[in-house]
C-alpha cells in the first residue's frame, strides 16, 4: 500500500513569490492534514480537509490557503512569501470520522526554502 | 503555551534494556494520544496510540500507558533495539478538531 506522497521533494522561492505543494494520501483516505516545522519549533498544525471542505485551522495568516480535489488529494497554497515561511511542509491523512479516533500518517514532506 | 511537554531531550539505553519514554500534558480536553517514531529525512511514522477512555495499550515491543489523573503518558520499548534509534515524538488531539499537538520530540539511542 502506498504511503503519502508529497511534491515537490524541496522547492526554493524568493520573497514574495508564491508556493504550491502538493499532496495525496493514502487509498481511502479521506481527510488530509498539513503541518508546519520551522527550524527549532515543533510541528505545527496548518490545515484540515475532509470531503472537500475547509475543517479546522491553526493559527496560520489567511496567506496560508488550500483546496482537497474530488480525488481527495490536496494543495497547499503560501502567497507572498515571507523568509520565516521557510520551513519542512508535512502532509497527513487519516480515515476520517468513523466513530473512533483515528491515527494521522505522514509524508515524507516539502523542504520550502525561502532566500 | 506548550501543551504536550517532551521533557527529556534524549535518552540512551542498551541493546535489550527497556526504553521508557515521558510525555506530559495540560489541556485535559485531549481525549487522544499518539506516539511517532522518525528518522531524518522522512516523515513521521505511527507507532501506538491510546483513547482517553484506556489506560494501556500494547502492540507487540510497544506500550503506552495513560494516566489521566497526572496527564501523564509514557511509552515502553521492550525489547529495545539498535533499528529503534530516533526521534520520538508524542502527540495529542482533542477529538472534533483533529488538531494533532506535538511534543518536541526526544532522541533515542539503543547501543548494540
Known amino acids: 500500500e502506498a504511503g503519502v506522497t508529497q511534491s515537490p521533494t524541496h522547492l526554493i522561492k524568493t520573497r514574495g513569490q508564491q508556493a504550491t505543494l502538493r499532496c495525496s494520501p493514502i487509498?481511502?483516505?479521506?481527510?488530509v492534514y498539513w503541518y508546519q516545522q520551522a527550524l527549532g519549533l515543533g510541528l505545527q498544525f496548518l490545515l484540515w480537509y475532509d470531503e472537500g471542505e475547509e475543517r479546522n485551522r491553526g493559527n496560520f495568516p489567511p496567506r496560508f490557503s488550500g483546496r482537497q480535489f474530488p480525488n481527495y488529494s490536496s494543495e497547499l497554497n503560501v502567497n507572498a512569501l515571507e523568509l520565516e515561511d521557510s520551513a519542512l511542509y508535512l502532509c497527513?491523512?487519516?480515515?476520517?470520522?468513523?466513530?473512533?479516533?483515528?491515527?494521522?500518517?505522514f509524508g515524507d514532506g516539502t523542504r520550502l526554502s525561502i532566500l | 503555551d506548550q501543551q504536550v511537554k517532551q521533557n527529556s531531550p534524549s535518552l540512551s539505553v542498551q541493546e535489550g534494556r527497556i526504553s521508557i519514554l515521558n510525555c506530559d500534558y495540560t489541556?485535559?480536553?485531549?481525549?487522544?494520544f499518539l506516539w511517532y517514531k522518525k528518522y531524518p529525512a522522512e516523515g513521521p511514522t505511527f507507532l501506538i496510540s491510546?483513547?482517553?477512555?484506556?489506560d494501556k495499550n500494547e502492540d507487540g515491543r510497544f506500550t503506552v500507558f495513560l494516566n489521566k489523573s497526572a496527564k501523564h503518558l509514557s511509552l515502553h520499548i521492550v525489547p529495545s533495539q539498535p533499528g529503534d534509534s530516533a526521534v520520538y515524538f508524542c502527540a495529542a488531539l482533542q477529538g472534533g478538531s483533529e488538531k494533532l499537538v506535538f511534543g518536541k520530540g526526544m532522541k533515542l539511542t539503543v547501543n548494540p
Open positions: 497527513a491523512s487519516s480515515l476520517g470520522w468513523t466513530g473512533v479516533n483515528q491515527p494521522q500518517h
Open positions: 487509498s481511502g483516505h479521506t481527510s
Open positions: 491510546i483513547s482517553s477512555i484506556k
Open positions: 489541556n485535559s480536553m485531549f481525549d487522544y
